[in-house]
T-cell receptor, first 110, second 114 residues
Framework: EDQVTQSPEALRLQEGESSSLNCSYT??????LFWYRQDPGKGPEFLFT???AGEEKEKERLKATLTKKESFLHITAPKPEDSATYLC???????????FGAGTTVTVRA | DTAVSQTPKYLVTQMGNDKSIKCEQN?????MYWYKQDSKKFLKIMFS???????INETVPNRFSPKSPDKAHLNLHINSLELGDSAVYFC?????????????FGSGTRLTVV
């Protein structure tokens, strides 16, 4: 069964303190690896899709990378507004659905 | 102008009742989904429709019945509600079912069964 595991569960950072979130997956025939941001009381907001090992994508202070077994979301010099839960999800080639991890809740203190 | 809108946002109801959640997308996407987010924050797919045709039907009690009157709408009807149905239900859409460009989610419906 497809499985996505995220670590750590929670991350508390000081403003400006860079860090990385991990997403490891066992999705047979991965078509794409997705990163989402979810704020309390809201739906997940799309950040990135990565399709092949070695691929990198950036958006403001966020950079996502992909290897054959895991993906990382790097947060560089975070600000309080980066506080959210970050969700990772895998989509297999043979199916049109996402398998989500449980998320990493990031809290950035000023 | 909300891309994927769900109503209601909150739903509190008694066990045994029947309720519906409505979803509409104005993105012109072909595929729509229902996901359930439990108390541990896991999002799990329930159903998917592509152009009004059911293409994914996960192991969900048959008390849950989706209906897609057209490709812009996907509603979820739940019969004989149980305490364990309490969760946040998200509607989502994608361009062609493959997720290129991302899946767009609604803001969720928090269902509480008492």
């Amino acid at each position: 069964e497809d499985q996505v595991t995220q670590s750590p569960e929670a991350l508390r950072l000081q403003e400006g303190e860079s860090s990385s979130l991990n997403c490891s997956y066992t999705v047979s025939g991965l078509r794409g690896l997705f990163w989402y941001r979810q704020d309390p009381g809201k739906g997940p907001e799309f950040l990135f899709t990565l399709y092949s090992a070695g691929e990198e994508k950036e958006k403001e202070r966020l950079k996502a990378t992909l290897t054959k077994k895991e993906s990382f979301l790097h947060i560089t010099a975070p600000k309080p507004e980066d506080s959210a839960t970050y969700l990772c999800a895998g989509e297999p080639f043979n199916d049109y659905k996402l398998s989500f991890g449980a998320g990493t809740t990031v809290t950035v203190r000023a | 102008d909300t891309a994927v809108s769900q109503t209601p946002k909150y739903l509190v109801t008694q066990m045994g009742n029947d309720k519906s959640i409505k979803c509409e997308q104005n993105l012109g996407h072909d595929t729509m989904y229902w996901y359930k987010q439990d108390s541990k924050k896991f999002l799990k797919i329930m159903f998917s429709y592509n152009n009004k045709e059911l293409i994914i039907n996960e192991t969900v009690p048959n008390r849950f019945s989706p209906k897609s009157p057209d490709k812009a709408h996907l509603n979820l009807h739940i019969n004989s509600l149980e305490l364990g149905d309490s969760a946040v239900y998200f509607c989502a859409s994608s361009q062609d079912g493959t997720g290129r460009g991302g899946y767009t989610f609604g803001s969720g419906t928090r269902l509480t069964v008492v």
